[in-house]
């Protein structure tokens, strides 16, 4: 049974996931844990649905019985979950600490039936199917009023996380606000609070003119290297029309963001090699009422803005960056936009 406990010193939560219990040898060599998975034995591979717990939602072909081959993209509760839906949401103290209990959502989302597809290569329609499920799975979970936040995420390459290579991203449903997310809520917030404009579309006005960091402006989606970008080639994808929840997307935008996506990422793969990447889909958090906190939500609807973070993982977190929490840039983002920007892709 996981719990979430708090450091009081460092201001931030962890998860420690015992239901993952290893011994000391499962970090020895972290390439092991991947060993030789083919289709017979990938779980993610169609005819192995059995070896998943049974799947929550999934998009198929007409006349498919669930858990069995005819999907396009399956979702299914994570077999490993570092939290728990199973188990209740209780905050209590254990001394000076704080502690909340497992409670969670941890699912999967196999976003293709080929085992060797990535998402660079999806057709758009798959990318816009897996968008959709995306959507849906949010939409879903911000019922749940236990839930503080939900996030939707992807790991692509053993260095980002990944531990199996079929293409599948994860969300996680938690029951704390985490210190990144309340950061961006909280500046976001205040910045509408003096100037009653929401901070991303001032940032995109200002990106547009200036230009220097804007790697793809198409019609309903710009694309940017933030201006203190902490990583290398870091990204933005951002909607140009104001909206704080991705679970209100329309069809006409999941087909756009379909698009830029898959160009964001034959850009990256042309300019850096295929490079193991993280992206991270920032939404507004479920709007539960706060006890004694009646206008917590007040302007969330004007000051937040929903966007697509991704980071290629290209530099290794050293001394400094642990001991500071800032990061040292080998790479301007003018220049990391000026590279994709001239990357001679096929669309
Ligand atoms: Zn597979
Ligand atoms: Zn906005």
Redo the contacts with the bound molecule.
Sequence with gaps: MSELRYDPIKQTWVIIATERAVRPTHFHRREEMVGEIT?KT?P??PGNEGRTPPEIMAIREPDTAANTPGWKVRVIPNKFPALSIESSRKRYGRGIYDVVSGFGAHEVIVETPE?SLQMVDFSLQQLRDVFFVYRERLKDLKRDERLRYIMIFKNYGLEAGASLF?SHSQIIGIPVTPNMVATELVSTREYYSLKERCMMCDILDQEVQEGERVVINQEKFIVYTPFASSFPFELRIVPKGHSHDFGLTDEDTLRHFASVVKEVLQRLRKVLNDPPYNFILHTSPPQTRRPGKPDYWASIENDFHWHLELIPRMTMLAGFEWGTGFHINPTSPEDAAGFLRDAEIEL
């Design positions: 289709c990938c993610f591979c085992d079929h």
